[in-house]
């Protein structure tokens, strides 16, 4: 058993592709890191930043509803750079100088005024009735600020050990996975060898990876989002879940795999045509079977019982012409407290789901943040998307065919310790570690496009007047979710493919003060 155990583990590998692979993938851990750490250390703050303040103050600090342009007196906020008032002049002996009586009552009835007033959230102009007020006393808003910091501090310091202790994981697995696939090659022989030693060697790699998977799930579920008051599932749920994913993932991968294998051994030199042309198709049939059959297994879908809601929202849906046939909720609190909407279908058959989590907003405010989701339909953005996947996909299989089936491919799997393993599903997954940097640039472009999505999205409803009621809904689903409302600039561009709040609700005030304020009639 030793000896044979030793043979399976021997390391046949090493040599320039393999070498440079693994120094690409120490730097760009180092950078990773780096920019953790600069986002830790930004969640260690307990002093709320100005432009942090500005999400409470900023819609304090105007004299004119933004609604219909209606005067009214602002609040005195308080800024913590704020000087303090000054006091009355005094004469030599210390007395306040003489006024007349009249002048002194005058001043009186200033002084009876709340030197701080801060509006509730959701207070009304008197004169037209809109939401324009928001905002918190400064305790309350920093109590919020402080939850947040503590929520984003934690789940940093926990991806800081888990990251680090995958990535010394993942180099452990460059000598591992050669030695369970000749271990999987030579357990069959016969016809569809391959195929059936692929499918033993994945799940072979799927179950080594569960030991170290699972106590991490499990900590950030039970621990972490439990300690924030997020977590609502149970031990049971969680196993439940887990199973599922499991039989799913192995009915999927049973036909999914085999099928890519013969696509690429049997069309000839015009594979990657072929191949991109199923993986096309199987895009939008899990388009089609995700929502209507796998995400049911999961989530209880229901027909919306707000009906004042339902009516509001198919409003919106008919002024702007979006095809909404079906309004649904489900129930996200069954597993978290965070909160969540989407939409999905095809062409003339739209649906739109909302997380029981969301439903108690304020209508406008819910009517904002869909309005933003259309502004995603009116401009496009998940075609667009979609275009840019099929392209991607073509590029990377074109170069797959060209790279590994060339003449560097017996080189690269040699290098990898391979041997001479002429497989599919190893030369496609060298292939993708290989090409790793051209895709981390991708990625990059990829999630700067989606911030310029979500803030032409906001501009949507900003258009359709929706701007005030937005910015009290993100607001609130910020922090309700402790969303980071501290980002680091450079961890935030490279990895956040939403804005920080602090940026969209900017840029929406920005828009505001370009518009500005309604007239009154």
Same mark, same amino acid.
């Given at each position: 058993?030793?000896?044979?155990l030793a043979?399976k583990?021997?390391?046949?590998?090493g040599?320039p592709?393999?070498?440079? &692979?693994?120094?690409?993938s120490?730097?760009?851990?180092?950078?990773?890191?780096?920019?953790?750490v600069r986002?830790w250390?930004?969640?260690?703050?307990?002093?709320?930043?100005?432009?942090?303040?500005?999400?409470?103050?900023?819609d304090q600090?105007?004299?004119?509803?933004?609604?219909?342009g209606?005067?009214y007196?602002s609040?005195?906020?308080k800024?913590?750079d704020?000087?303090?008032?000054?006091?009355?002049?005094?004469?030599?002996?210390?007395?306040?100088?003489?006024?007349?009586?009249e002048?002194?009552?005058?001043?009186?009835?200033?002084? !009876? #005024?709340p030197k701080?007033?801060?509006?509730?959230p959701?207070?009304?102009?008197a004169?037209c009735?809109k939401?324009?007020?928001?905002?918190?006393?400064?305790?309350a808003? !920093?109590k919020t600020?402080?939850e =947040?910091?503590?929520y984003t #501090?934690?789940?940093? !310091?926990?991806?800081?050990?888990? !990251?680090n202790?995958?990535?010394?994981?993942?180099?452990?697995n460059?000598?591992?996975a050669p030695a369970?696939w000749?271990?999987?090659?030579d357990?069959?022989?016969?016809?569809?060898?391959?195929?059936?030693?692929?499918l033993f060697?994945?799940?072979?790699q799927q179950?080594?990876?569960k030991?170290?998977?699972?106590?991490f =799930?499990?900590?950030?579920t039970?621990v972490?989002?439990?300690?924030h008051? /997020?977590?609502?599932?149970?031990?049971?749920?969680?196993?439940?879940d887990?199973v599922?994913?499991e039989l799913?993932?192995?009915?999927?991968?049973?036909?999914?795999?085999p099928l890519?294998?013969?696509?690429?051994?049997?069309?000839?030199e015009? /594979?990657?045509?072929?191949?991109?042309?199923f993986m096309?198709a199987?895009?939008?049939?899990?388009m089609?079977?995700y929502?209507n059959?796998i +995400?049911?297994?999961?989530?209880?879908?229901?027909?919306?019982?707000?009906?004042t809601?339902?009516?509001?929202?198919?409003?919106?849906a008919?002024?702007?012409?979006?095809p909404?046939?079906?309004?649904?909720?489900?129930d996200?609190?069954?597993? =978290?407290g965070?909160?969540?909407?989407?939409?999905?279908?095809?062409?003339?058959?739209?649906?739109i789901v909302l997380?029981d989590?969301?439903?108690?907003?304020k209508?406008?405010?819910?009517?904002?943040?869909?309005?933003?989701?259309?502004?995603?339909?009116?401009?496009?953005?998940?075609?667009?998307?979609l275009?840019i996947?099929s392209?991607h996909m073509m590029?990377l299989?074109?170069l797959f065919?060209?790279?590994?089936?060339?003449?560097?491919?017996?080189?690269i799997?040699?290098?990898?310790g391979y041997d001479?393993a002429?497989a599919v599903?190893?030369s496609?997954m060298?292939?993708?570690m290989?090409f790793?940097?051209?895709?981390?640039?991708? +990625?990059?472009?990829?999630?700067?496009?989606?911030?310029?999505f979500?803030?032409?999205?906001?501009s949507?409803?900003?258009?359709?007047? +929706?701007?005030?009621s937005?910015?009290?809904g993100?607001?609130?689903?910020?922090?309700?979710?402790k969303?980071?409302?501290n980002p680091?600039?450079? &961890?935030?561009?490279?990895?956040?493919s939403?804005?920080?709040?602090?940026e969209?609700l900017?840029?929406?005030r #920005?828009?505001?003060?370009a518009?500005?304020?309604?007239?009154?009639n």
């Amino acid at each position: 058993m030793i000896e044979w155990l030793a043979d399976k583990l021997s390391w046949t590998g090493g040599g320039p592709w393999l070498y440079g &692979y693994v120094v690409f993938s120490i730097v760009m851990q180092f950078i990773e890191q780096y920019l953790n750490v600069r986002q830790w250390r930004r969640n260690c703050t307990t002093t709320v930043p100005d432009e942090v303040l500005d999400i409470n103050t900023k819609d304090q600090n105007h004299s004119h509803c933004k609604a219909c342009g209606a005067e009214y007196k602002s609040p005195n906020v308080k800024r913590k750079d704020e000087p303090a008032p000054l006091e009355a002049k005094k004469d030599g002996d210390g007395a306040a100088e003489d006024k007349p009586e009249e002048a002194k009552k005058d001043e009186d009835a200033k002084d !009876e #005024k709340p030197k701080e007033k801060w509006v509730p959230p959701g207070e009304s102009c008197a004169n037209c009735g809109k939401v324009v007020y928001g905002g918190k006393s400064p305790e309350a808003f !920093e109590k919020t600020f402080l939850e =947040s910091q503590a929520y984003t #501090k934690d789940k940093k !310091e926990f991806g800081l050990f888990k !990251e680090n202790f995958m990535f010394c994981w993942a180099l452990l697995n460059l000598m591992i996975a050669p030695a369970l696939w000749r271990y999987a090659w030579d357990t069959f022989d016969g016809d569809y060898r391959e195929y059936k030693a692929t499918l033993f060697w994945l799940f072979l790699q799927q179950w080594l990876d569960k030991p170290v998977g699972i106590p991490f =799930s499990l900590y950030s579920t039970f621990v972490l989002e439990e300690k924030h008051g /997020f977590n609502k599932m149970t031990i049971k749920l969680f196993f439940t879940d887990m199973v599922k994913n499991e039989l799913i993932a192995y009915v999927f991968g049973g036909l999914l795999i085999p099928l890519l294998i013969w696509i690429v051994k049997s069309t000839g030199e015009l /594979f990657y045509l072929y191949l991109w042309a199923f993986m096309q198709a199987f895009i939008f049939i899990m388009m089609w079977i995700y929502p209507n059959f796998i +995400q049911p297994l999961f989530n209880k879908f229901e027909k919306l019982k707000d009906e004042t809601l339902r009516e509001k929202i198919e409003a919106l849906a008919a002024l702007h012409q979006f095809p909404l046939t079906n309004l649904f909720q489900i129930d996200g609190s069954k597993r =978290s407290g965070h909160s969540n909407a989407y939409f999905f279908g095809f062409w003339k058959n739209k649906r739109i789901v909302l997380y029981d989590t969301l439903l108690h907003l304020k209508h406008d405010d819910i009517l904002a943040i869909l309005c933003h989701e259309l502004g995603h339909w009116k401009f496009n953005h998940i075609t667009l998307n979609l275009v840019i996947t099929s392209v991607h996909m073509m590029v990377l299989f074109r170069l797959f065919g060209l790279v590994m089936y060339g003449s560097l491919s017996a080189g690269i799997i040699q290098q990898f310790g391979y041997d001479s393993a002429n497989a599919v599903m190893i030369s496609l997954m060298l292939f993708s570690m290989l090409f790793e940097p051209t895709e981390r640039l991708v +990625q990059l472009l990829m999630t700067m496009l989606s911030r310029t999505f979500e803030f032409q999205a906001d501009s949507f409803a900003l258009s359709n007047g +929706q701007s005030d009621s937005l910015i009290n809904g993100l607001i609130q689903i910020a922090e309700e979710n402790k969303g980071d409302l501290n980002p680091d600039p450079w &961890y935030s561009w490279y990895h956040f493919s939403h804005p920080p709040l602090v940026e969209r609700l900017g840029a929406i005030r #920005k828009a505001q003060e370009a518009q500005g304020p309604k007239k009154t009639n």
